[in-house]
């Protein structure tokens, strides 16, 4: 399955015009050092010296590793535009590795890279790799989502995803039925939401709040809703402290934050001891005013009137807080996660979500790589120019999950026809009768004559064992010689049937030709 799901990337990569590469997976660090990303990749990349104490890495991706290499060999503007790419194993320090090939440490990915001499060059290798991808993923038998996405680690002026929905997926999708417009949740803009306001500014008050440490305790204990409150969450951007404030039912995005901090490392929330020292109270009973860190403020937050928040004191709040006469924010930006219902940024309409999982990805890098790492061109009159990049990856192994997760029922995978490891399954009954078993040994050679990648279960255990293993690996048909073959009749079953039926032997073989060709 894996090598079927690597060819029809290729197909269609080499369809679309991209040459095929291999690059080494242990790389210097002098490339990703020019580039700056030695840092920014921080404890994701894993880091290792040689016996001359030389810094190399296992690449996490080689957007460096093409650029140099076509440095290295191409001078002219003639010899553009050209993308190249390459299927490859990748590795990644992650934090948290889960849910088997979805996220791991090891993975195979497609990665290929356009080189252009301008941006219109740019928008139509971007256009190429777009549709190609839609081939890709289509032949793949996935139901997927194209949504905007956030650049992350590989920068850039825009980006898309190609989401499959799965319960299972890390990543939000936010999306309009009204106006087709869709995001993954790092990037979907929130429209702020006003909410019912009181007229006029209360005076500041400082109240007890015994053992409220959450929004929820807040709730119960006041009897306010929990858009009446504001959440102050210290967080360590890089080598400082920063408080991001967002409307009590929210939470904070915190890929938007670390984007608007700009910090290169991992944002993390700060640990107990640190908001303790910064906070002068217990964890839970931050707040603004007062604070000598910056504060990142939602936009929700700055229309809200006479709210409560953290009086930096344990077990004491602050009511009728308003912005501007109690505290000034160093920044007011949209800086919360998108949930359902929100207004779409679009068209105004209602907005949606799911659960996804990325299997790729693709970006316009510009002169990201190019300009860090010196890739120039000579124009026809002898200047030199930058050439500019697009990057657009594939997680081959990740679809096969995908696939998977999407494509199953209580019995096993219901693999697409074009990436199963088989397409059918012969099975004799009764292993022990010779004219079931030649009868299935003739099915099995006329299939594979046929082209048909056929197995034969001619193991010696009982017919429902291997009616069992066949649906929980997914064979997409499968054929079962029984008792009635002295009749020239046998069973035809496709995986997402409820029941088999008795077709006529002699059929059997075309009417499985029939199916698969049908449905690759």
């Not at 898309?160 to 939000?172: N, T």
Request: overall charge negative; charged content about 30%; hydrophobic content about 35%.
């Amino acid at each position: 399955s894996l090598k079927k799901v690597e060819q029809i990337v290729r197909e269609e990569m080499d369809k679309a015009g991209a040459q095929e590469l291999l690059m080494s997976a242990l790389l210097p660090a002098e490339a990703y050092q020019a580039s700056g990303r030695w840092e920014v990749f921080g404890p994701s990349m894993f880091k290792l010296k040689d016996r001359n104490d030389r810094d190399f890495c296992l690449g996490p991706t080689h957007e460096e590793l093409f650029t140099q290499t076509v440095i290295d060999n191409v001078r002219s503007y003639k010899e553009y535009p050209m993308t190249l790419y390459q299927i490859q194993t990748k590795y990644r320090d992650e934090g948290r590795p889960r849910f088997g090939l979805i996220r791991g440490r090891e993975f195979i990915m497609k990665d290929a890279y356009s080189f252009d001499l301008d941006e219109k060059g740019l928008d139509e290798s971007y256009k190429k790799m777009y549709d190609a991808y839609n081939r890709i993923f289509t032949r793949l038998g996935l139901d997927f989502t194209i949504v905007d996405a956030d650049s992350g680690a590989m920068g850039g002026s825009g980006s898309q995803e190609f989401m499959v929905k799965s319960p299972v997926g890390e990543d939000g999708i936010a999306y309009c039925d009204e106006c087709g417009y869709a995001a993954n949740y790092e990037k979907c803009e929130c429209i702020p939401q006003p909410v019912e306001q009181p007229e006029g500014e209360a005076a500041l008050e400082k109240i007890e709040t015994p053992n409220a440490h959450t929004i929820e305790e807040l709730v119960n204990s006041l009897g306010m809703e929990a858009y009446n409150f504001a959440k102050t969450i210290i967080y360590k951007a890089d080598d400082k402290y920063i408080a991001a404030m967002v409307r009590g039912d929210r939470d904070v995005n915190e890929v938007k934050l670390k984007n608007l901090v700009g910090c290169t490392d991992d944002l993390e929330l700060a640990e107990p001891a640190v908001v303790r020292d910064i906070t002068h109270a217990q964890v839970g009973f931050a707040g603004p005013i007062g604070l000598d860190i910056p504060v990142y403020a939602d936009k929700e937050v700055a229309m809200m009137k006479n709210f409560i928040v953290g009086a930096n004191e344990t077990d004491m709040h602050y009511k009728n807080v308003n912005i501007g006469r109690d505290f000034n924010p160093d920044t007011i930006a949209d800086i919360r996660v998108v949930v359902t219902g929100d207004k779409c940024p679009k068209c105004g309409g209602t907005i949606k979500s799911e659960q996804g999982i990325e299997v790729g990805h693709i970006f316009k890098l510009g002169t990201k790589y190019s300009d860090a790492l010196g890739l120039k061109y000579l124009d026809e009159s002898g200047k030199q120019k930058t050439v500019i990049m697009g990057c657009y990856g594939i997680g081959v192994t990740r679809c096969l999950a995908a696939a998977v997760e999407q494509l199953h029922d209580d019995n096993g995978i219901i693999w697409p026809v074009s990436i199963a490891p088989y397409h059918a399954i012969v099975v004799p009954a009764n292993y022990k009768s010779e004219e079931q078993m030649a009868e299935a040994e003739r099915i099995y050679a006329a299939l594979n004559d046929a082209g048909i990648e056929t197995l034969l279960d001619d193991r010696s255990e009982r017919a429902g064992v291997k009616f069992k293993d066949a649906d929980l690996i997914g064979i997409p048909v499968r054929i079962v010689v029984g008792k009635k073959i002295g009749d020239g009749i046998v069973e035809y079953k496709e995986r997402t049937m409820e029941k088999a039926e008795e077709i006529a032997a002699d059929d059997a073989v075309e009417k499985v030709i029939s199916f698969i060709e049908a449905n690759m």
